[in-house]
C-alpha cells in the first residue's frame, strides 16, 4: 500500500503560479513512477504528468508542456508540480497518483491521493 496527501492548492490569479507536493507514505517511494492528474466539475480525469522512478523520464500533457513541470524527490518521498502561467480553464481537483510502470493513462495507476483544490481567477 502507498498513501498519497496532496498540499499546495488554492486560489491564483491568472498568470500566476503553484506548486504542488504529494507526499507518499507506505511502500518504497522509489519504486513507483508518479503522475499527476486533475478532474474539473463535469468532466473526466486528466493526466497531466508523469515522471519515472528514478526522475530518468519526465512527460507532459499537451496542454500544459511548457506551463507545468513534475519532479520529485526520493529522499523525501515527495513529487511536485510546479505550474505557471495558470489559466482559468486549469481550475480543477489535482490528484497524485503511483503506479508499479509509467504511463499517462489513470488505470496504469494504483494508488490515488484525495487531491487538492485549485482555482484559477481570471
Known amino acids: 500500500q502507498v498513501q498519497l496527501v496532496e498540499s499546495g492548492g488554492g486560489l491564483v490569479q491568472a498568470g500566476g503560479s503553484l506548486r504542488l507536493s504529494c507526499v507518499a507514505s507506505g511502500r518504497t517511494f522509489s519504486d513507483y513512477a508518479l503522475g499527476w492528474f486533475r478532474q474539473a466539475p463535469g468532466k473526466e480525469r486528466d493526466f497531466l504528468a508523469g515522471i519515472g522512478s528514478r526522475a530518468g523520464s519526465r512527460y507532459y500533457s499537451h496542454s500544459v508542456k511548457g506551463r507545468f513541470t513534475i519532479s520529485r524527490d526520493n529522499a523525501k518521498n515527495t513529487v511536485y508540480l510546479e505550474m505557471d502561467n495558470l489559466k482559468p480553464e486549469d481550475t480543477a481537483i489535482y490528484y497524485c497518483?503511483?503506479?508499479?510502470?509509467?504511463?499517462?493513462?489513470?488505470?496504469?495507476?494504483?494508488?490515488w491521493g484525495q487531491g487538492t483544490q485549485v482555482t484559477v481567477s481570471s
Open positions: 497518483a503511483a503506479a508499479p510502470n509509467e504511463g499517462a493513462s489513470a488505470h496504469y495507476y494504483d494508488y
